[in-house]
């Protein structure tokens, strides 16, 4: 393969243009501009390198031609050339100077090579730094002797990762859609996921993707908060796509992913409206050590996969490219020793010329990288929507009128039984203490907000009301009661990723906060997080890092 066409397949692959079969996220950015970098890459890059080393050759060859003229002319005299300036004594011609000189004038194997050493060189500098769909620090002083970016510190403290935010590691959850070439889609869509819950670490089982059971069960919540529940079929078309059912679910201890794709791959394929209308998921996808491949295997095998990494995002990765290039090109394309062994100066010359076409293409391309990796960035730097929000107060804080809601919430009451707060023998007698029945008031205890009736002083009247368990009228009648919410709030529990939570409450909390504990997942033996080139250290610095500088 040559150096240029090894050099394209690596940018398609930077630019996630070898992926065309992918609908969703980052994926829908670059689709749409497929079509303007393929071209780039497959035609104008080539031509950019030819026209640029074509202009600095043409230059620097006519420099060396008008010295080689003054020394035939000084050698041989007027006769060595016409009116024309054609070389034309044939004692001129058979000299080393005028060999020298035909030479040049009709030779192109100068410019091959200097087209081949720059395909080469940015073939070596962008998979250098890039490593699996991140843009990795790994900056060579010499061969394989690593340098560390340093300004002059007293104390510096390095990791792989310095320059990158860290946005997730693990269960990636989310819909993968890919299209086939007809323009019709297939959709593999995430309708459960089981995950170890509360910080407990369940040995006893794994948790894979799989296809979900023909007798499928999900539970939804409709938009007055009432769960009801519905019945799914494994596969089903919805207006021209195909959508596939998973779940991510705990399986016996040992469970490969690839045994539980195979067995999706056969149901899917045996399925009678796939082998009738979507027969191009049996096209052949083949690799080097599966020839036997097909696109739904592919697909399925890539979505598996993707949900079990960890990712970066490069806070800055035009300026970090543009003084990798520089540094680079320093160290390991202008070697100073050729400066120094340089018979002639032209040989120099001709080098700096190959250098100038090699740094304006790469700059071309890290320009366009980094308003891709920017675009990333500006999406997970934006602070992300509430979905929801819900408030859990004591029954004192709860106006009497709504004790008989309460009452009747068999959610609410399940909850407080599933967490301790009472046992099964106490359920009536706290639907009884709610409905006021059987019980009687304490003279001079009244309720704290705002009703008359008295309270009964219980053990009962510190359980806590769940309002994500209620209709959205229940909680405004009840917020509305509380005088000052914000101040009321003594305990705030975000359910989401951690640096978006922190971005959310940064204005809120402000230089109240006196401690922070983040406990670094090293202990997870049973389910590792794959760290990024098991570069497991620098991951969790990122990790940390972009939370505390936020």
Not at 434 to 451: C, H, I, R, T, Y
Request: one cysteine or more.
């Amino acid at each position: 393969m040559s150096n240029f066409n090894a050099l394209v397949r690596k940018l398609k692959e930077i630019f996630q243009i070898d992926k065309p079969e992918l609908d969703f996220g980052v994926y829908r950015i670059l689709n749409a501009r497929s079509a303007e970098i393929t071209q780039y890459l497959d035609q104008d890059l080539n031509q950019k390198v030819k026209q640029l080393l074509a202009a600095q050759q043409a230059g620097n060859q006519q420099q060396q031609l008008n010295q080689l003229v003054n020394e035939l002319r000084d050698e041989f005299g007027k006769r060595a050339f016409d009116a024309s300036g054609n070389l034309i004594d044939k004692e001129a011609i058979d000299s080393p100077l005028g060999q020298r000189y035909l030479a040049l004038k009709n030779s192109n194997s100068q410019a091959d090579s200097h087209e081949n050493q720059v395909f080469s060189h940015l073939l070596t500098f962008f998979s250098r730094y890039y490593d699996n769909g991140d843009f990795i620090s790994q900056r060579r002083y010499k061969g394989d002797t690593y340098a560390i970016p340093y300004s002059g510190e007293e104390v510096v403290l390095h990791w792989a990762n310095k320059d990158q935010y860290y946005t997730k590691s693990g269960e990636n959850f989310a819909n993968y859609r890919f299209k086939l070439s007809d323009g019709r889609s297939v959709l593999f869509k995430l309708v459960a996921a089981d995950t170890a819950r509360e910080n407990r670490k369940d040995n006893d089982k794994d948790r894979r993707f799989k296809l979900i059971d023909t007798d499928f069960v999900q539970t939804l919540v409709d938009d007055e908060g009432e769960s009801y529940e519905q019945a799914l079929e494994q596969i089903r078309v919805v207006n021209d796509e195909l959508v596939i059912h998973f779940e991510y679910a705990p399986v016996s201890k040992g469970t490969k992913q690839e045994d539980l794709n195979n067995q999706a791959i056969v149901t899917i394929l045996s399925h009678q409206e796939v082998q009738t209308h979507w027969a191009e998921l049996k096209q052949k996808q083949p690799t080097e050590k599966n020839p036997e491949r097909t696109l739904l295997q592919k697909c399925l095998e890539r979505y598996t996969a993707s949900n079990t990494a960890d990712y970066f995002i490069h806070k800055d990765l035009g300026k970090f490219l543009r003084g990798e290039l520089d540094f680079y090109i320093k160290n390991e394309v202008l070697h100073l020793d050729d400066v120094q062994n340089a018979n002639t100066f032209a040989s120099i010359e001709q080098n700096l010329r190959m250098i100038q076409c090699l740094r304006a293409v790469a700059l071309e391309l890290v320009d366009f990288l980094a308003s891709l990796e920017d675009f990333q960035k500006r999406l997970w730097l934006k602070k992300k929507f509430v979905v929801a929000a819900h408030y859990c107060l004591t029954l004192d804080r709860v106006p009497r009128a709504l004790y008989a809601e309460i009452a009747a919430n068999e959610s609410q009451l399940n909850q407080w039984l599933s967490l301790g707060c009472i046992e099964s023998k106490q359920v009536g007698a706290v639907k009884k203490w709610l409905l006021g029945e059987g019980v009687e008031p304490v003279k001079g205890q009244q309720d704290l907000l705002a009703d008359d009736a008295p309270v009964q002083v219980s053990p009962f009247c510190f359980l806590m009301v769940d309002t994500a368990l209620f209709g959205v009228d229940f909680k405004a009648r009840l917020l509305r009661a509380v005088d000052d919410l914000d101040e009321c709030v003594d305990g705030v529990l975000v359910h989401g990723d951690n640096f978006q939570g922190l971005s959310l409450l940064q204005e809120r909390y402000k230089e109240q906060v006196k401690c922070i504990y983040i406990d670094p997942p090293y202990n997870t033996n049973a389910t590792p997080i794959l760290y990024k080139n098991e570069f497991k250290s620098s991951s969790w610095l990122s990790f940390i890092n972009n939370r505390l500088e936020n």
